[in-house]
């Protein structure tokens, strides 16, 4: 088991040799996800580490590197960093990752990994019926995400001297929230960061998101730089939701997308005023049509030691009946080496 455990954690050493950014452009899910099929953006930096959730330090030996993002009224910060596997998994090591989970799972997962390191800024509830319980909040976005919902990356090359000007421009300025959920949201975050990189190469679309920024737009334009840049090295790969009977998450869209692709939009739309609707489909068709890579190398799927390309994978959850691997209890039970779910592993370009 340690043998096959030592085994990968060199391969992913390996394949981190370089520095890299990743933009997460993950899925959107539950009831406001049907309403908002925008998603949410974060960034993964594989060199660039979480000393706490609001400073940033170069990556030690070993270490997979962080996920920041902007977050909605979360202890009235801007933007948090939590080291990647807590932030797919809610656990702190790739082993103790479940095959399946539920609801319950899931919530106990992210309470014990608050109470271990998030209780700064996710204090228990205080007072009344629930006091001592955790508390409600976006806090949960902290942590679990592929829980919760299905993931894409796109994954371009950067320096450790672009990594050092990152943290230290976020490390020195404040970082009091201002979120805003058209015009300073966390795509236009992740567009603010990856242009600290890459200056100008990730921008708004007024034609076909009306100026607000999507990860969708974000990933668009993002793959367009590299394209126009072939000399950079680019990768894209997928996290998928982790199996069980917590539901699937939904795909991903931008405005102008969502209203055409939906029949309780457009066709009230057309009959008020055809000559709008219209507009929005040749917008659409125009430069809105951009989908998630069908060929995305995927991280390890439970049970299997091969990568696969996403559109080979089913994301189907299994019956409600299924136990989860892992105990939420003290003492857990691990899942076997063969069936953790690893890392993700971008591709290189041949």
Not at 195 to 222: E, M, W
Not at 334 to 340: D, I, Q, S, Y
Request: with cysteine; aromatic share 8%.
């Amino acid at each position: 088991m340690l043998s096959v455990f030592a085994a990968l954690v060199s391969l992913m050493s390996g394949l981190r040799a370089h520095a890299d950014a990743a933009l997460l452009m993950e899925e959107p899910y539950a009831q406001f996800g049907a309403f908002n099929p925008t998603g949410h953006a974060a960034i993964y930096l594989n060199h660039v580490c979480a000393e706490t959730p609001t400073r940033l330090r170069a990556c030690r030996p070993g270490e997979p590197g962080a996920v920041i993002s902007r977050y909605h009224k979360i202890d009235g910060y801007d933007w948090l960093a939590i080291p990647l596997v807590p932030y797919l998994y809610a656990v702190e090591r790739v082993e103790d990752v479940p095959v399946t989970a539920d609801a319950e799972l899931e919530a106990s997962l992210r309470d014990r990994y608050r109470r271990r390191h998030l209780m700064a800024i996710a204090p228990d509830v205080a007072e009344g019926k629930k006091a001592g319980e955790a508390p409600e909040g976006e806090w949960t976005q902290l942590i679990g995400a592929s829980y919760d919902r299905r993931i894409y990356g796109f994954q371009i090359q950067t320096t450790p001297e672009e990594d050092r000007e990152f943290m230290n421009r976020y490390n020195d300025s404040p970082n009091i929230g201002h979120f805003n959920l058209l015009f300073h949201n966390c795509a236009d975050f992740s567009r603010t960061l990856l242009n600290v990189y890459y200056p100008h190469g990730v921008h708004r679309n007024f034609f076909i998101d009306l100026g607000i920024t999507t990860p969708k737009q974000v990933a668009r334009s993002l793959t367009k730089y590299a394209d126009r840049h072939p000399e950079l090295t680019f990768s894209t790969f997928m996290i998928p939701q982790v199996p069980g009977s917590i539901k699937r998450s939904h795909p991903i869209d931008g405005v102008v997308e969502s209203v055409v692709k939906s029949k309780k939009y457009v066709l009230p739309l057309a009959v008020l005023n055809p000559e709008v609707a219209a507009g929005l489909v040749v917008a659409y068709l125009t430069d809105g049509r951009f989908k998630a890579p069908n060929d995305a190398t995927v991280e390890i799927v439970p049970g299997e030691s091969t990568t696969k390309p996403a559109d080979a994978v089913s994301d189907a959850a299994p019956a409600a009946t299924e136990t989860p691997v892992v105990q939420p209890v003290p003492g857990m039970v691990p899942a076997t080496p063969e069936a953790r779910r690893p890392l993700p592993v971008p591709t290189t370009p041949q």
